[in-house]
């Protein structure tokens, strides 16, 4: 596994706190901070910021930063069921199947197709049920993606179509961290 400078850790940690506040996300206090390059050693093409909102045994619910061109890539859970929400920008999200997949989009069931990505605008959903594979970016220069979901388990159920992904990285200490992440 390759590891991530705690530089590149800090400056996207800034630059998704300036989009939070631009967009008028207010953080609690001492939020849990999640960043994360997925092991690949490639931030800027696969990357995602995460905040840990809420972490209860029932149920969990995130913030996360995106720019253009970083990928969450493809993976699915065996537990947990999420919404994923587009709180600013466009998110695309793609569904990886052999066949259109039914799942509720703005709280409409409804077929997604899985030949392209599906789009979501500001304030649009989709729930994403059990073993249901996907991966999601960006669509415009950056996406705040809000996720409510059940418990949340980052470790052991997270299933990720690449075995060389690993979802916490090794950290390089070039420079001193201005937060505290959770996999510190």
């Not at 913030?63 to 537990?79: D, E, N, S």
Request: overall charge negative; charged content about 25%.
């Amino acid at each position: 596994m390759t590891t991530m400078k705690r530089s590149t850790i800090n400056a996207a940690v800034r630059e998704a706190a300036e989009a939070f506040t631009r967009h008028q996300w207010a953080l609690p206090p001492d939020p849990r901070w999640d960043v994360t390059d997925f092991g690949l050693g490639d931030f800027d093409r696969y990357g995602l910021v995460l905040v840990n909102l809420a972490e209860e045994p029932e149920y969990c619910e995130k913030i996360m930063f995106a720019r253009k061109g970083q990928v969450t890539p493809q993976h699915h859970h065996r537990a947990k069921k999420e919404d994923i929400i587009c709180r600013w920008g466009r998110l695309a999200v793609q569904i990886h199947a052999d066949a259109p997949v039914r799942l509720q989009v703005n709280g409409q069931e409804r077929e997604v197709p899985v030949a392209s990505p599906f789009i979501l605008g500001a304030g649009e959903r989709i729930t994403l049920t059990r073993e249901v594979a996907h991966s999601f970016w960006a669509e415009s220069d950056y996406a705040l993606i809000g996720e409510v979901s059940t418990a949340n388990d980052d470790l052991h159920d997270n299933y990720f179509a690449d075995p060389n992904i690993g979802r916490f990285s090794t950290i390089d200490e070039d420079e001193p961290p201005v937060v505290k992440l959770v996999s510190d």
